[in-house]
């Protein structure tokens, strides 16, 4: 089974809109941590933001935010006020544990028009 | 602060050659991993690395490849030999041990095998 599940392999939003893109996960380790990056055209992998199983509240760095629902196994972004430079793949990823190790989803394509 | 480095950027080489991909993590990270991307499989995570010991290998596709980090600031990646079937993009990234664990990425190398 896959350990960590997007849903949407491409998503179109309008600029200065928001948007949410999904992530569900599946591990029976209560620590945990989870990620996302983004992945431009160029290609370089960039973090933009972490949930750490025991957090009470959702992360947010800037416009990136992170729908944190521990019962339901969720951890979507979502981009506030999506700018062109936003257009790329995100990824997800999870930490089980202590291990160093993530394990990643497939990616989702977001393109973000004018 | 400089992030991770890797080189070369590109390589392009024949069936049958060495390839030596390269990696300088950042400074005081204790984590090293690297990974392949390809469109077919997405994201690899190949080996990794605590304080300079191989962890996991278990994502190494064969005996053609190996990894080596003698020390804390250098990693190689090494295919003997390359076969077309090799050609992807691999990265290399570092981590601090902490609370997040998150990853981050160098450039990436651009290896084409013909």
């Known amino acids: 089974a896959q350990k960590i599940t997007q849903t949407q392999p491409g998503m179109f939003v309008q600029e200065k809109e928001a948007v949410t893109l999904d992530c569900t996960y599946d591990?029976?380790?209560?620590?945990?941590?989870l990620f996302w990056y983004k992945q431009p055209s160029s290609g370089e992998m960039i973090f933009l933001i972490y949930?750490?199983?025991?957090d009470e509240q959702n992360a947010t760095e800037g416009r990136y935010s992170l729908n944190f629902q521990k019962a339901r196994k969720s951890a979507n972004l979502v981009i506030s006020a999506s700018q062109l430079g936003d257009s790329a793949m995100y990824f997800c990823a999870m930490r089980e544990g202590y291990n160093r190790k993530l394990i990643w989803g497939l990616g989702t394509s977001l393109a973000v028009n004018p | 602060d400089a992030g991770v480095i890797q080189s070369p950027r590109h390589e392009v080489t024949e069936m049958g050659q060495e390839v030596t991909l390269r990696c300088k993590p950042i400074s005081g990270h204790n984590s090293l991993f690297w990974y392949r991307q390809t469109m077919m499989r997405g994201l690899e995570l190949l080996i990794y690395?605590?304080?300079?010991?191989?962890?996991?290998d278990s994502g190494m596709p064969e005996d053609r490849f190996s990894a080596k980090m003698p020390n804390a600031s250098f990693s190689t990646l090494k295919i003997q030999p390359s076969e077309p079937r090799d050609s992807a993009v691999y990265f290399c990234?570092?981590?601090?041990?902490?609370?997040?664990?998150?990853?981050?990425f160098g450039p990436g190398t651009r290896l084409t095998v013909t």
């Open positions: 690395f605590n304080n300079n010991v191989p962890i996991d």
């Open positions: 949930q750490g199983s025991y």
């Open positions: 990234a570092s981590s601090l041990v902490g609370a997040s664990y998150e990853q981050y």
């Open positions: 591990t029976s380790d209560q620590s945990y941590g």
